[in-house]
Every structure is written in C-alpha cells, then in structure tokens.
C-alpha cells in the first residue's frame, strides 16, 4: 500500500531522511516511530506529497506522489498532528468543506457526514461550532473528516497526542473498529509506546535511518529473550541456586531475583521443577519496545509529549521547507 | 447490493480529479463560501469595523470641515463642496483597504491554526485557492463599503440608483485589487508578527497617499510621485467622482479632484482599468505564491 524505496530528502546541506525503505502492506496497521527530529513529520509530509523527495521512489496506493499528487490525494486520509479545523465552523460545516473540495457530490455528502458522525458519537453534536468541542472531540472530529472520502490509507500523525489516557483508548477504538469494517490501512507515528504495540508492523527511525523493521514481536526479540522475576523470602539462597543449577546470571533486588534468559517458554517449567528453594511468586515480562528502542538507538524515546518548542519546529519544518529546498 | 450503495460507488468513481476546471471551480466556490460564512457569524467585528469610519465621518470631518471654513474653496474647488462630502468617497476606500487586508491576513491564520493544512493537502489546484481566497476577501471588503453606502446623509450626500448601480463594480475591483495584495503577501507569511509589519510599512501608507483624507492635486513633487504608483488613489477617486457626482457636483469640480497624468485627468474606467490590471497582476503573485511547492 505504501512503498517507500531508498528516501533521501534534504534540506540545504542538512540531511533528514538518510535514504530509508519501507513496505506497508494493505489492511495493517503500520507503526512509525522515533524521537523528535528523527526525520518522521519530513517522511509523512512527503508521503502527503506536501513535499518533495529529494531522491528515491514514494508509491502510496500503487501510485507516485511525484507523478500523481492529485491522485495521491483522494486516496489517503490525513489525521495531523496539530488540529486543523475551522472552530468557527459547526462540525458539521467542517465535513460539508472537506466533502465538497474532495468532490463528493450533495448526496454522497450527505450520506457520508451522517455516517462519520456516528461513527465518532458526534452526531448530536453536528450543529455546534467546533469552538465549543474539548481536545479529544476535535480530535475525533478530525477523524470523521480523514476517513470521510474512503481512502485507502489513513496517515495519523501522533493521533493521541495531548490527549488524556481516557480519551486516547477511545480514539484507538474507534480506529480498530474502522480499520476491520472498512479495510483500511493505517499509517501511523506515535511516542507512546503502548499505543504502538497495537501495530502489526513497526519501523524504527533514528537520525534519518531505519534501525529496525518488524512485528512487535520480532523487535523485542532482538532485545534477546525475556525476563522472569521471581520474589522469595530468602532471594540470595534462590539467586545461587540459579546460578548454580542453570549456569544464568541472576540478579538480586531486594526480595526479587531477576533472570533474563532467552527462551522462557522451556525455562520457566525446568525453573519451577527443579528449584528446591520455597518461591512466593513469579512473574514473566518480555521486554517492552521501551527496551528495543534503547537498545536500537542508545538513547530513550521521550514518552511524553513533544514540547510546545518542537512542535513549533516541526512545523516550521514542514512550511519552511519549501524555501531551503 | 442495493441501489443506493451502488449509485454511491459510481458516484465516487466519478469524483472530479484535480486540475479540470469544474474541481478547481468547485474549490474556488466553496473557499469562498467558507470565508462569507466566517464573515456573517462574526457580526460583532462588522459591527465594530463600522466605528473607524465613524469616527472619521462624523468627528474628523466635521471638524475639519469647521475649519476649513465649511462650503469653503481652495482645494475642494470652490463651488460648495463640503470636506465631508469629499471624505466620504475615501473613508469608503479606506474601509475596503482595511477590510481587505485583514481577510487576505486570515490565510496567516488558517497557516498558525492548522486549517491551511486541510487545504493545501486536498486533491485541488493551489491556483483555486488564491482566487478562492482573493474572491472571499474581497466580497467582506465590498460588503463593508457596501454598508457605508447607508451612511450617505451623515456626509451629505446623495445617492441615485445610477450612481450606486456604478458604485458597485468600482468597489468590487478595488476590494480584489487589495485583497490580492493581501493574498500575494499572506501566502509568504509564516507569523502573524509579519502582519504589523505590514501595518506600518504598507497599509498605512497606502492610505495616506491614496488621496482619501485630501485631494491629490498641488502636492510637493516627491509626494505626487508616490501617489501615483498607490493603486488605492486609482480605486477611491472614481468612488468619490460617482458619488460626488450622483449628488449633483458639477464635473468641473470632480474632474479638478481626478488624478491627472501630464495635466490630463483620467477618466473614470481609466482608472478603474488600472486598479483591476494592477489587482490581475498580484493576483498572479499569489497563484504563483500558492503554487511554490517545497
């Protein structure tokens, strides 16, 4: 669905996407991820074909944004960062707009901005400006609009971002719901971690460059196993023990002993039979993309929101670009 | 499937792809109609855009006109023209520059506020949306002098059917003249703290010169120099000569007020050309503005 092959886009000397791949294919949901100014916005701006690629071939749906921007268009649905409606508008108003300048004829329109509406539980809202709406209706508003023209793909650019816990399980709802009725491929960056396990697939950015691609699941693995944690009243006797029996490293905290081993699945029933000393409980974590991301790239992601300051950077980035070529 | 869903997905294929004229005119509408529409849900600025030349009209003019010494003559031609009278015409155009320059400046806006993006990523032509913009700017602008039109007998004028039938093409090409200006600069403008900027450095000036507050005639050199390339001058003066002229000023008067080249005063759709030349010119800069992609 989209085909990205060796990217290289670049600003004056500066270079901020270092010629990278990605193939995201129809129906999943494609997780992109990577800190701030890791090149992530330029990408979905050139995908949107609000940019140019500097080098390297950009498919979106079978077609070229080069050749086909128009075309491109129709068929993807955009969910930005930052909010990008009129508030003076009622809802409403803001789906009539967006219908007509995608060329909805006045029925389908219609029959569209109904349905939308119900969709994100806005219909009872549809005659209030959008003034009066909280974040996480605008941003459920926002959408009903992306999805209202049936794209193929739907880019959601930090969909959540801002948003409370509450209202981010929601919106997530409302895009796995539409993801299975309609078929739809989602594209989509995010820094929250646990938003992205939802992923079928996920890439990696890092200073312009994939670092890695994969299911969650593949990922993690590249962390090297998973880690068991077991409590018990005398964790340093437990803690020889494993060494002793298993030949693993086991670390104490506290009443803790934490062991990571590669394959817990054979591990832990030989742990549980062949362990003499009394445990209280156990627990098996795998490591979470927190984990790969630190590994992959030596540094964390940040797991909050992007500061005012870089999105006023990214977004200076993307209305700015046009003039450093 | 039923025949609903089907006549929907003929509908879809058929979908207009950018670049026909019917999509681009489809987009150039409905930004148009997007912008009246923020217009009429903020009657409050209406309202309060009407106290600026208010306050010229009835304060500056009258006082003014006191000392000048009222049906005074000197510039105003001798023949019982009253200041007021004449300010009339150029508080209209000062209205409309106003009114103009601040629509084009909601682009800056839309840019600060996101809107801009759901725009410039729709399946339409860039061009659309400068003439959408520039169409909508100037149909606020040409609604606000339109309503200065009622003000007629506080400046004690009047007005004929003929005379405001002739008022409002005039009006309408100053009001797209000045807002493409607006459009063409907006478009390059990433801040709103451009705008003052712009205040300061263009659109006050604009208004100075334009002959609005005084006639153009028996300036300094250096100044008449700068009236003449202000298209403003060239928009409010056949306002003023129509209306001035509807209330029964001889055309000797008016024609002593006209904007003269080499001694000659220009006619009335001489001018009126050139504002609507100079308006499809900056029009261009903005298409081509809009155009610039990356």
Not at chain 1, 21 to 46: C, H, M, Q
Not at chain 2, 198 to 203: A, E, G, P, S
Request: with cysteine; net charge neutral; aromatic share 8%.
């Amino acid at each position: 669905m989209i085909k990205v092959h060796g990217l290289v886009k670049k600003y004056g000397e500066f270079e901020a996407v270092k010629g990278i791949d990605l193939d995201v294919r129809e129906g999943e949901v494609f997780g992109f991820l990577g800190p701030n100014g890791a090149g992530k916005s330029t990408t979905i701006s050139i995908l949107c074909t609000l940019l140019k690629p500097t080098a390297g071939d950009v498919e979106v749906a079978g077609l070229d944004v080069v050749k086909h921007p128009d075309a491109v268009r129709h068929r993807i649905g955009l969910i930005f960062q930052d909010p990008s409606l009129d508030d003076q508008l009622t809802a409403r108003e803001n789906l009539e707009f967006h219908g007509f300048i995608y060329g909805l004829p006045a029925a389908v329109r219609k029959e569209r901005i109904a349905e939308v509406l119900e969709m994100v539980g806005l219909a009872d809202r549809a005659k209030s400006q959008v003034k009066t709406f909280s974040g996480g209706m605008k941003r459920r508003l926002e959408i009903a609009r992306g999805v209202m023209h049936h794209p193929e793909v739907l880019v959601l650019d930090e969909p959540t971002l801002g948003l409370d816990p509450q209202t981010r399980n929601h919106i997530w709802e409302y895009l796995h719901d539409l993801r299975k009725r309609e078929g739809i491929t989602l594209f989509m960056t995010t820094h929250y971690m646990d938003e992205a396990e939802f992923s079928d697939r996920i890439a990696i950015i890092d200073q312009g460059k994939i670092v890695a691609q994969g299911t969650p699941d593949e990922l993690k693995a590249q962390v090297g196993g998973d880690v068991v944690t077991i409590t018990a009243d005398d964790a340093e006797a437990l803690a020889e023990e494993v060494d002793r029996a298993f030949h693993v490293a086991a670390q104490v905290y506290g009443s803790q002993v934490r062991i990571e081993v590669p394959d817990s699945a054979t591990f832990v029933p030989r742990l549980v039979r062949e362990l003499s000393a009394p445990v209280k409980s156990l627990t098996l974590s795998r490591p979470s993309l927190d984990d790969v991301f630190l590994k992959l790239t030596g540094h964390a992601i940040r797991d909050e929101a992007a500061g005012q300051l870089d999105q006023w950077r990214n977004m200076a980035q993307m209305w700015g670009g046009r003039r450093q070529r | 499937m039923t025949e609903q869903t089907l006549g929907t997905q003929v509908a879809e294929r058929r979908a207009p792809e950018a670049g026909t004229l019917v999509a681009s005119l489809r987009a150039v509408y409905i930004i148009w109609y997007r912008d009246l529409l923020r217009f009429t849900r903020d009657r409050f600025r209406v309202l309060v855009s009407l106290v600026q030349p208010l306050l010229y009209l009835v304060i500056f003019g009258t006082g003014l006109s006191s000392s000048l010494g009222g049906g005074g003559g000197g510039a105003f031609g001798g023949a019982g023209l009253d200041y007021k009278q004449f300010l009339y015409g150029g508080v209209i155009g000062m209205t409309i520059l106003f009114t103009s320059i601040f629509s084009a400046m909601s682009i800056v806006w839309d840019r600060e506020f996101g809107f801009l993006k759901e725009i410039l990523v729709a399946p339409i032509n860039r061009s659309a949306v400068a003439v959408g913009k520039t169409l909508g700017g100037a149909t606020q602008a040409m609604i606000q002098g339109g309503i200065l039109l009622l003000l007629a007998p506080i400046a004690g004028v009047k007005l004929t059917v003929l005379s405001v039938l002739e008022l409002i093409p005039l009006m309408f090409i100053t009001a797209f003249a000045l807002t493409a200006v607006g459009v063409a600069l907006a478009s390059r403008m990433r801040s709103m703290q451009g705008f003052q900027g712009m205040m300061n450095f263009l659109m006050m000036p604009m208004f100075f010169l334009s002959g609005a507050l005084f006639p153009l005639a028996g300036l300094p050199a250096w100044m008449t120099v700068l009236t003449r390339i202000d298209p403003l001058a060239y928009g409010i003066d056949p306002i003023r000569r129509v209306i001035l002229g509807g209330s029964g000023v001889p055309s000797q008067v008016t024609d002593k007020l006209a904007i003269t080249v080499s001694g000659q005063p220009l006619s009335i759709l001489e001018e009126a050309s050139i504002v609507l030349v100079f308006g499809l010119v900056m029009l261009g800069l903005a298409i081509y503005n809009f155009r610039a992609r990356d």
